[in-house]
């Protein structure tokens, strides 16, 4: 029996031999010859490691495999290969082999791969077949068979833009500009120094797609008019706003507003992702006194009222034209009546 913890080798064997001349000698006669004996070793290899469990999809990867004799023979000779049976992972720059020449007992060896996921494959758990054959004593190949499991899919980018006010509310588009799908998209305006939301500062948009954009809306002011407001709706203001008139004011830095996007990646974590938007806010939306928002600028009030003090104008003018037309036409009836009982 060969001990376990053997290494592979050739061994000396000493066989003696002990005899005598005859039952009278007492001089024994001792002969030792050496033979030679091969002890083959355990051949055997694992994959240790892998380097990532997950990948982007459509974006280059170096991935490394880690492979370790763990035998107690060499493995000579050695080809790693593999393959994902949906085709939704392949290498880049190279094939899907590698070729190792000897790898000793205990010893491990780092195979790289560039890889890259299909830009239309589907967030989950790929399966990824490893194949690996060595030569064994005689020079027979063996294979050994293993799995591997890669996660496609992961985080995502955002472009955000300011889109313009109406009406009170400030419109930002926001779009999916990354590889992978959103879920449960959230968006939300901050505190910060230089802006304020009146009402609700967060709205979900639900799940976006890829190249998918949507439309996130707020009712943003200036610090300095939010302000104005509290002063107003507390009768703080000056009389014409207490008389229900209309803050405007003017982002005087123009400085960005700061966005926050929350959403889901394809692996379930909820992952924010902070923005700075350049908007063009010239003229904030007031709050009346009871508290109500809307695009009430000064300029649009005279301008409404220059229409229907014009329009009053109009009517009077009209009605006494009219007036005037009526009283000429009883004036000539009344001569010609006069004319006719002068004849008489």
Known sequence: MIDANASEGIYNLDITTT????????KPIIITKSIQLEVRGKEYAQIVTINKANIDVGKEELLEFIITNTGNSPLKNMVVSWKDPKGA?????????????????NQSVKVDYSVMADVNANPGLYTLGVNLTFEDYESKTKSIQTTAGLFVGGATDFDISFSGNSLGQTSLSVANVGNNMAYAVKVSVPEQENYKVIGSPSTIMGNLQKGDYTIASFNVTSAQAAGEISGTAYGTANSSSA???????TSGDNSPLKIWIEYTDAKGERIKVDKDVAVQMSAFTGVDTEGRSGARSNSSGMLYLLVFVIAVAGVFMYRRRKQGAKKSEYKVSENNSNSEMRKY
């Not at 005899?19 to 007492?26: P, V």
């Not at 992972?89 to 899907?96: A, F, G, H, M, W």
């Not at 008389?243 to 004011?249: C, K, V």
Request: hydrophobic residues 20%; charged residues 20%.
């Open 19 to 26: 005899a005598k001349e005859s039952k009278s000698s007492s």
């Open 243 to 249: 008389a229900g008139n209309n803050s405007t004011s």
């Open 89 to 105: 992972i392949l290498p880049v720059y190279s094939d899907n082999t590698k070729y190792i020449s000897n790898l000793e007992p």
